[in-house]
């Protein structure tokens, strides 16, 4: 498969804000959230599928989203949905996410 | 959050094939949408869509496992697999896995003995409600708790901090139910006695305090379950019956819950009495009198909020009050609480310290299997290096592979711990239901419990633990590149390893079994042959009690007389006699205090001595083979009109009159200020046990002391078995309804020996394990060493060196250890015994023939362990080797 260069690997760590961004306005399982993100880059941001799973795992063990089983598309899929210390984390972490991307802009611009 | 994912991790571990599932599902799923969206999409078939989602998605089996990993079941599964392996290797070495698995069998299996002996007797309270809480009461300053029936009537009523407090005695009593009259063991009761501990009746009804209405006024009986089931053969229609106590009328009122055994162990009473009653049961009217002490203890629950030290001052206070209002008969009066544990803590105190002692003893066996059993490991870790440095090659980690071969460890302890438990369980069981003297209803209530299930997992677990640590050291420096290398790199330095450590200590604990067990068996062997101040041999007695058959007052001694008179007919009876109690046969001695000839002044703190009492019929001392060493003997003459006379033995002389010499025809007073006169001195002798100091003892004539309760002694040379054929028909002739019993004096002794023949079979075993444990440890030691050094000392031999220096060369540091070994041993068990000289009479190791004893099985024990070690050495062929290699 060719590489696309305007495609962007996804930076450690990240993938758990993402996560929990696509899960705040409503409940969804696994495919439609590395669907979503894909969908709200615009492609630009390509989830590796393969590591989405054992993120969303890690990220209910932390009781930071909730699971669920649930029927779509006519068969038993897992929702995942946010939990209130989810919620309290996404907000950290966007912030710090800001921080990050404005500190970084200013380094760009300046140095 | 933690709670969440201990949840999440508890239920994947509970619903493994669910949880799997699920993932498995889960995953399917994103793949199958992935493919549908290709497939309308890209025009692709379908399986080609698939293909693309699969790509996409990258590694399901890993992905898989991380998810896994998240909820830590890995932990599980490695574990089912480590035991899959260890099962697979534990069967490719059968004999290594049975050796060990018996190693721990015994060991484990002799450590739930002693544990369960110790929670049986020591541990696991009386069989009655709320037994942690219940205190018995104890004179402040003896072992015992034995009050008078006034003195425990005053503390029941004015003591504040019991919440009821009652109080029992054991007596023998003669049951008729109509048929043959039996001997039968009755437990004399207060009336608050079922209350207090909060019995309830399996049929009919208890006593309670509105029974007792003064002397014989409750001539009701409570049968133990027990007595129920076997003498009346579950017959409910017993409650209600009247039967004879005594040849007094009694009514059974009900039975006794079952598992209820009084609250004397290890005695089971037959029946239960009131204490008012007690003048029935023993033919003697001690309720008014404040001197005579007879009930042996007084126990309760404590009111709730008071702690035993308000108590004991609340006691004591009453204490006080005994001393200034009755000063002649009670002594200095304090008090303390304890359990009331084993024969009311008089059987407690050395029970504890010998059961103690012998668990401290087999936790060493323990220690010593896990010794053996580490230098097993270490031993096959070595052999396996070649595996292991494979495994770390492949990537393994070290904990990894440390944790298989705990898991090794652990299974060997495990199973070896089932089976030690199993045979332990029989062992017990066996031992529950076993009474070594049918003249006591005794029960040993040892049989198996939660307890010693779980002291013998913990035991096994803990074990396998330590043992399997033994050989971390040695896998932590493996170094794969270096085996793979050269083979195996065994290194044989000079150094002392751990497993030599090991070994020597292992050698020591058998050395000290082997020591102890050599100093009981001597001290044994000591006590059976030692002189007692009189000779058991030829000794028969007959016991009867004549108040059980109706005799009272001058019937009593004239009775006494026509048995010894018609004894003596019996050809071959050169001597008989009657005393009062036996010397020697239940532990048991009645002591009372003396005063000098000057004292008027009877308080308790001007006694000379307290001394043990006998009362003797003429002839004692002939028959019983005491030397009288000046004086007389007693005749019939000295009786209620004739001055009152003494025989004392040597240690009374001495405390009392400061010597032998001294005292003859001296006087001395007892309590009430009746004067004796010394008329004899009788050699002094062994009466209570055979450990027991130099006792002071006086004998009374048996006219001037009466007694009910009596045993016949006939001394004759003819064959037992015929002069107790004789004496029974003489009894039938006499008194057919009188219950007797007749046993030879050293079969009485049995009682008083028991302890030192416990100690020594329990001693003897536990060495003989510890010695067959050090053998095989050796053996495992040097048999190894040999192996692993086949190819030096093939070269050795082939370049000219004698066979002593190929032994010495293969075996010279297994001799080493054992020498030292038992060196350590020898004089820690030295150290030792001298706990032993408690139960053991004479038991002390500074015996040469101990010391040689030890040494020489040690000797011996070397030899046995290296003896095919140094065959297999001296059986090298330098030429087979090298054509081999």
């Known amino acids: ?111 | 959050m933690a709670w969440k994912d201990f949840v999440l991790r508890v239920r994947a571990l509970v619903f493994r094939q669910q949880t799997e599932e699920d993932l498995k599902d889960e995953l399917q799923f994103h793949l199958d949408m992935e493919a549908r969206k290709n497939l309308s999409r890209k025009e692709q078939d379908a399986s080609e869509a698939a293909r693309q989602a699969r790509i996409k998605f990258g590694s399901i089996d890993r992905a898989s496992e991380e998810c896994r990993d998240q909820r830590g079941i890995s932990t599980i599964e490695i574990l089912i697999k480590d035991v899959r392996f260890g099962l697979r290797m534990l069967r490719k070495s059968p004999s290594f896995t049975s050796v060990a698995v018996a190693t721990l069998a015994l060991a484990i299996g002799a450590n739930a003995v002693v544990f369960g002996l110790l929670n049986g007797l020591i541990l696991r309270p009386l069989n009655v409600p709320a037994a942690d809480s219940l205190h018995a009461l104890e004179w402040g300053n003896e072992a015992s708790g034995i009050l008078s029936y006034p003195d425990y009537l005053d503390i029941r009523d004015r003591n504040r901090s019991f919440d009821g407090l009652a109080a029992y005695n054991v007596e023998q009593a003669g049951l008729d139910t109509g048929e043959n009259p039996m001997r039968a063991w009755a437990s004399e009761v207060s009336g608050n006695y079922f209350d207090v501990l909060r019995i309830q009746p399996h049929l009919g009804r208890l006593f309670h305090p509105s029974d007792e209405n003064g002397k014989n006024s409750a001539p009701y009986i409570v049968l133990s379950h027990t007595y129920w089931h076997t003498r009346f053969q579950d017959d409910p229609t017993v409650v209600g019956r009247t039967v004879q106590v005594n040849k007094h009328p009694f009514t059974i009122v009900g039975v006794a819950p079952p598992g209820f055994r009084g609250t004397l162990l290890p005695l089971n009473p037959d029946f239960f009495v009131p204490l008012v009653n007690h003048e029935q049961i023993t033919g003697e009217d001690l309720l008014d009198k404040r001197g005579r002490r007879w009930v042996f203890q007084s126990l309760g629950h404590l009111k709730p909020g008071v702690t035993p030290g308000q108590a004991v001052a609340d006691l004591n206070s009453i204490g006080s009050y005994f001393e200034k209002t009755y000063p002649n008969e009670v002594g200095p009066t304090t008090f303390k609480l304890v359990n009331p544990a084993l024969y009311g803590n008089f059987l407690g105190r050395p029970m504890t310290a010998f059961l103690a002692a012998l668990m401290m003893l087999s936790g060493l066996i323990l220690l010593a299997a896990c010794a053996n059993l580490g230098n097993l490991f270490a031993a096959r870790a070595a052999d396996r290096a070649r595996e292991m440095a494979l495994r770390l090659a492949l990537g393994a980690t070290r904990i990894r592979i440390l944790r298989q071969l705990f898991t090794e460890a652990v299974m060997i302890s495990v199973i070896g711990g089932a089976v030690g438990l199993w045979g332990s369980t029989m062992l017990l069981s066996a031992l529950s239901t076993w009474n070594p003297f049918p003249r006591f209803p005794l029960t040993v209530p040892v049989g198996p419990d939660t307890n010693v299930y779980l002291f013998a997992l913990v035991a096994a677990l803990a074990s396998g633990f330590l043992f399997g640590a033994v050989p971390v050291r040695q896998v932590l420096r493996t170094d794969p590149y270096e085996i793979v290398k050269s083979g195996s790199v065994v290194r044989f330095g000079r150094r002392i390893t751990a497993r030599d450590a090991l070994l020597a200590v292992q050698v020591a604990i058998c050395a000290v079994l082997v020591t102890s067990s050599m100093v009981a068996f001597r001290g044994l062997s000591r006590s059976v042959n030692s002189d007692f101040g009189f000779e058991p041999r030829g000794a028969i007695l007959l016991d009867t009690v004549l108040d059980m058959a109706g005799y009272r007052g001058d019937a009593v001694p004239l009775m006494q007389k026509r048995m010894i008179d018609a004894m003596k007919t019996i050809p071959g009876v050169s001597a008989v006699s009657l005393v009062d109690r036996v010397a020697l046969s239940n532990g048991s001695v009645f002591t009372t205090r003396v005063f000098d000839d000057e004292t008027t002044d009877y308080r308790p703190a001007n006694a000379a001595t307290q001394t043990a009492m006998y009362s003797v019929a003429p002839d004692y001392f002939q028959t019983a083979g005491t030397t009288l060493l000046a004086g007389r003997d007693f005749t019939w003459h000295d009786d209620q009109d004739a001055g009152r006379v003494a025989i004392v033995n040597g240690e009374f002389a001495r405390k009392v009159f400061g010597s032998s010499a001294n005292a003859m025809g001296q006087y001395f007073k007892r309590g009430g200020g009746t004067r004796f006169q010394v008329v004899g001195i009788a050699e002094q002798g062994k009466y209570q046990s055979l450990t027991e100091d130099p006792r002071a003892v006086m004998f009374f004539p048996l006219l001037q002391a009466p007694a009910t309760e009596t045993s016949i002694v006939v001394r004759s040379n003819r064959d037992t078995q015929q002069v107790v054929a004789e004496m029974q028909r003489i009894m039938r002739v006499l008194d057919s309804g009188l219950p007797i019993g007749i046993e030879t004096w050293g079969q009485k002794m049995g009682f008083a020996l028991f302890p030192a023949r416990v100690a020594t079979v329990s001693l003897g075993v536990l060495g003989g394990m510890g010695a067959l444990l050090s053998i095989t440890g050796i053996f495992g030691m040097a048999a190894y060493s040999v192996s692993k050094r086949k190819r030096e000392l093939g070269i050795r031999m082939a370049i000219g060196a004698a066979k002593k220096e190929v032994l010495q060369a293969a075996l010279g540091r297994a001799f080493k250890l054992l020498a030292f070994g038992s060196a350590a041993g020898l004089v820690l068990g030295i150290l030792a015994t001298r706990v032993l000289a408690f139960i053991v009479y004479q038991a002390t190791p500074r015996d040469p023939v101990v010391l040689a004893g030890v040494v020489l099985a040690m000797l011996l024990l070397g030899l046995l362990a290296t003896w095919i070690p140094a065959r297999r050495a001296l059986s090298i062929d330098p030429l087979v080797l090298l054509r081999e290699e």
Do not use: C
Not at chain 1, 48 to 70: F, V
Not at chain 1, 72 to 96: D, M, P, V
């Open chain 1, 1 to 111: 498969m060719a590489t696309d260069q305007s495609r962007l690997d996804l930076l450690q760590g990240t993938l758990d804000l993402l996560i929990l961004r696509a899960l705040r306005s409503e409940p969804m399982h696994g495919w439609a959230i590395s669907e979503r993100i894909e969908l709200i880059s615009q492609d630009v941001l390509q989830v590796n599928q393969g590591s989405l799973y054992p993120a969303m795992h890690r990220l209910e063990h932390r009781g930071w989203i909730d699971a669920e089983w649930g029927v779509s598309n006519g068969r038993r899929a897992r929702f995942y949905s946010l939990t209130k210390a989810g919620r309290k984390q996404l907000e950290i972490e966007a912030e710090n996410w800001e921080r990050l991307t404005v500190a970084i802009g200013r380094v760009l611009r300046m140095a």
